[in-house]
């Protein structure tokens, strides 16, 4: 009959007591059947995990602020999003990118920008109001592509017009009469194009929803008494 000896996890089951007789800060070595102490230097690691570095076989955390991989204490090799690292700096560090960048080489230099910006001669411009993606080939020519809730692209002039106050989404900007809704905001409903609050709403143009009138309100708070 083939005997197998019965292990725990990795560990054969008669080595438990020492795992369980070692003292706080110390480990069980296997092959030395010791609990030797967890700060003695132990020169076997192959790799590390993310924000560690490798250095003479222990892992050492970057300590860099926003830095994801670093190759020692002081060099960063992958950067956070919209950071780079400057080595002019002293120390050097992870600095900033330029508003609206998301990689770059230096303060001066974008590779890519982040939404609602475009890349022009490596400098991130803000796309107008409205716009979420634009393209451009200065701050002065830029054109939207497509817009953001409560606005309509008008290709003719490559920008981003305003719906109507109780439109989310329309076929073109401009007034309730022009009867253009698609969507309505909410408590609103649609009819022929139009976009109205439910009966006992208003519109609000402070928080721009639509809300119970003053009116149905004290109809709803109004005593009992009143009434009979």
Same mark, same amino acid.
């Given at each position: 009959m083939l005997l197998?000896?019965?292990?725990y996890y990795g560990i054969p089951t008669e080595s438990l007591a020492y795992l369980r007789t070692c003292a706080i800060g110390a480990y069980y070595d296997i092959p030395t059947s010791t609990c030797p102490s967890s700060s003695a230097k132990i020169a076997n690691c192959a790799g590390c995990a993310t924000g560690f570095f490798l250095a003479g076989g *222990? $892992? =050492?955390? /970057?300590?860099?602020?926003?830095?994801? %991989?670093?190759?020692?204490?002081?060099?960063?090799?992958?950067?956070?999003?919209? #950071? #780079?690292?400057?080595?002019s700096a002293t120390p050097?560090? $992870?600095? +900033?990118?330029?508003?609206?960048? *998301? =990689?770059?080489?230096?303060?001066?230099? /974008? #590779?890519? $920008? %982040? +939404?609602g910006f475009v890349n022009i001669a490596s400098t991130c411009i803000a796309c107008p109001t409205g716009c979420t993606?634009?393209?451009?080939t200065?701050? =002065? @020519?830029? *054109? $939207?592509?497509s817009c953001a809730a409560k606005y309509v692209l008008?290709? +003719?002039? @490559?920008? /981003?017009? =305003?719906? #109507?106050?109780?439109? !989310?989404?329309?076929?073109?900007?401009? !007034?309730?009469?022009?009867?253009?809704?698609?969507?309505?905001? +909410?408590n609103a409903t649609i009819s022929f194009g139009? /976009?109205?609050c439910n009966a006992g709403m208003t519109f609000s143009k402070t928080s721009g929803t639509c809300t119970c009138s003053t009116t149905s309100y004290l109809e709803l !708070?109004?005593?009992?008494?009143?009434?009979l």
């Open positions: 197998v000896k019965p292990f *222990n $892992c =050492t955390a /970057c300590n860099l602020t926003k830095c994801g %991989a670093c190759s020692s204490i002081t060099k960063c090799d992958q950067f956070m999003n919209g #950071y #780079y690292w400057n080595s050097a560090l $992870c600095s +900033a990118c330029m508003n609206g960048c *998301n =990689t770059c080489a230096n303060l001066a230099t /974008c #590779y890519s $920008c %982040a +939404a993606t634009c393209t451009g200065s701050a =002065t @020519a830029i *054109n $939207c592509t008008n290709n +003719a002039t @490559a920008s /981003c017009g =305003t719906c #109507y106050e109780t439109f !989310t989404t329309c076929s073109a900007s401009g !007034t309730d009469t022009a009867h253009n809704c698609i969507q309505c905001i +909410a139009n /976009c109205n !708070t109004s005593s009992p008494e009143s009434w």
